[in-house]
């Protein structure tokens, strides 16, 4: 089955084709990071615009580029929550139109289930049920995974997401946008050790996150040191930081596996590219017996091709779309 997928939930226009939910034929990605940077951040209404200039142009490439013509596609897959809803608009109204036009059906995707399905493109081997830990600049979820379309929430943040901290930590640095790598690379020049940085404890929900004092705490950090005139070590900061929000997210990951009884665990979303967080996770795992699956990092920031993995899966289990489809800002996971 050729699905043609489409991801538009933030600054990347994405479009791919993927086979039967496995098998990449082409992932086309055009990144607004440059242009958002001059900002310090997305800026929602550039992004729409920006996506709206370069999706159909996008999709001529990626079916150029797995060697299709438009009547080989069996149906359209597409991200319709969450994101800036803007952006998930101009995804949600082109796909529409084209499902439309071949006459194929439509396939709603939510955004946090194609992450955990880029594992899927990877991994030939994965399948359901596992646990896994999705991490990204929106989200910070930890979700029992019970088979393709059958998910639970059982750890979220309770404020902001792991990778929107990233993101204003870096900043605050003066990082380059988006944050993520640049604070990996200065991280790894430092072991760390120097500042003393809190960590949540959420009462009666040990399995849920909390982020935004962990981030004010570092930002007034950083404004006390520059108000006093004194030398900050940025990357011991950013190290010390790192570990602080790996913290949250480990233990808490592994403490899940321990309680829904799964030997398996996927982690997935841009934050998941992070070295350290990577690292944690396979001596966690290893000291549990667990086994680990990372997505490569070309499938840990948003794409089409994760869209496609995940609507094979929708499609399977029956799911459709109507013309009236519409975008979501936010969404939870097993909504429809």
Known sequence: MIILAFESSCDETAVAVVEDGRKVLSDAILSQADMHALY???????ASRKHVEAIAGLTDQALAQAGIGKTDVDAVAVTYAPGLIGAVLVGVSFAKSVAYGLGVPLIPVHHIRGHIAANYLAFPELEPPFLALAISGGNSLIVDVR???DMEIIGATRDDAA??????????????????KPMDLLAQQSAGGKYVLPRSHVDGADLDMSFSGL??????????????????????????????????????????????????????????????IRADLEQACREMGCTLYL??????????????????????????????????????LNEK
């Open 40 to 46: 310090g951040g997305v800026v929602p209404e550039i």
């Open 147 to 149: 088979d393709y379309t």
């Open 163 to 180: 990778g929107e901290c990233f993101d204003k930590i870096a900043r605050v640095l003066g990082l380059p946008y988006p944050g993520g």
């Open 215 to 276: 981030k004010t705490a570092v930002i007034n950090l950083v404004h006390k040191a520059q108000q006093k005139g004194e030398e900050l070590d940025a990357a011991a900061l950013a190290r010390d930081f790192t570990r602080a929000v790996s913290d949250e997210l480990v233990p808490r990951t592994m403490e899940a596996a321990r309680r829904t009884g799964r030997r398996t665990i996927v982690a997935a979303g841009g934050v998941a590219a992070n070295t350290i």
């Open 295 to 332: 997505p490569p990092l070309k499938y840990c920031g948003d794409n089409g091709a994760m869209i496609g993995a995940q609507g094979y899966y929708e499609y399977q289990a029956g799911r459709r779309a109507d013309w009236d489809l519409n975008a979501y800002a936010t969404m939870e």
